[in-house]
């Protein structure tokens, strides 16, 4: 009740891009002074005791994580873990530091909660984010964190570099987390969707593949984060090659096109409805070992049960987090455990 008087009087009335920096320099801090970090941990975090999934080698304390495109260039997910995400996708981080597109780039749509982003990867490049997760594994509470790295083309990459682009980023980051994600799917970098076509993208995921295993001395779950606006017969496709090269998994789904609020993605609870259908045919192609990340659309409990359901082995969210409040994450693994 009070974060939404807060939302609604003063937050709402931010510039929503001013806005996230404000709470991210919050988050930032909570995750950096220990005893700030267990207070908040206390207040908005708590998670049952004991693992409620084996995912990525690694024992999850619950089965929300925080989607990427929140915590851009590595720098809060102390904080998150303190706010009650089982686990935290950094990025999209790209082999070029890049300031994104133009602002305003952000806009809130109040009434359906969501958002339209036009962002354009804006980070500080696969080094830098490189340099902050190792910084962070060197620390006990930062070696607890089940890390993903959502890695991206950058702008000024043409499309026939591609390949050489992601494996940069890859070699950077794979060292230090848990999973990687291949992103070709935003719609906020021109012709970035194209590569999702399956003789653009086998190349691309087969290098990342085995440089990030090459970089991290060991393999690293490879997952490729798909569009919700691609056709049905494209998701199959997209599935079946994620099989053919023995990745980890799919990412379902990332921002959609189709909306009337102008270029840039939506995302947020009107995405629901498409993202389970999206999940449900990864699920059938990938089978049931392969891991499925369902996003987008997931509001409450429910959504990411029927998210579950649908056939999603973890479920990651973002726009619902900033409507929300701080005990929103904790609250919906809580309930989902």
Do not use: C
């Not at 207070?39 to 995912?55: E, K, M, N, S």
Request: glycine fraction near 10%.
């Amino acid at each position: 009740m009070l974060y939404r008087l807060l939302f609604s009087r003063v937050l709402s009335r931010l510039d929503p891009e001013t806005a996230h920096h404000l709470a991210g320099r919050l988050i930032r801090l909570a995750g950096e002074v220990p005893p700030l970090r267990a207070i908040v941990t206390a207040l908005f975090g708590r998670l049952p005791d004991g693992g409620a999934h084996w995912v990525f080698g690694r024992d999850l304390p619950g089965r929300l994580g925080l989607a990427a495109g929140f915590d851009k260039d590595a720098t809060m997910a102390l904080g998150l873990r303190a706010l009650g995400f089982a686990f935290i996708e950094v990025g999209t981080v790209t082999a070029h530091a890049q300031p994104g597109n133009a602002r305003p780039r952000l806009m809130r749509l109040l009434e359906q909660r969501a958002f339209v982003n036009r962002m354009g990867f804006n980070n500080q490049g696969a080094a830098a984010a490189g340099r902050r997760l190792a910084r962070l594994r060197r620390t006990a509470a930062g070696k607890r964190l089940v890390l993903g790295a959502n890695i991206g083309k950058s702008k000024i990459t043409p499309p026939e570099q591609a390949v050489a682009d992601y494996v940069t980023s890859a070699r950077a980051v794979a060292p230090h987390v848990d999973y990687l994600v291949v992103n070709v799917s935003s719609p906020n970098t021109p012709g970035l969707r194209d590569l999702q076509a399956t003789e653009s993208l086998r190349p691309i995921l087969a290098a990342v593949q085995e440089q990030a295993a090459y970089a991290a001395g060991r393999d690293v779950p490879v997952l490729v984060k798909i569009a919700p606006d691609l056709a049905n017969e494209d998701v199959d496709a997209v599935a079946r090659l994620a099989v053919e090269l023995g990745l980890a998994g799919v990412v379902a789904t990332n921002t959609t096109i189709a909306h009337d609020h102008g270029p840039g993605g939506l995302s947020g609870a009107p995405l629901l409805p498409r993202a389970l259908e999206v999940v449900r045919r990864v699920r059938a192609v990938v089978g049931p070992d392969a891991v499925v990340i369902g996003v987008g659309g997931i509001s409450e409990a429910r959504d990411a049960q029927a998210m579950l359901d649908a056939g999603a082995t973890v479920v990651q969210a973002y726009t619902a987090f900033v409507y929300a409040g701080p005990s929103w994450a904790g609250t919906i693994n809580r309930a989902l455990r």
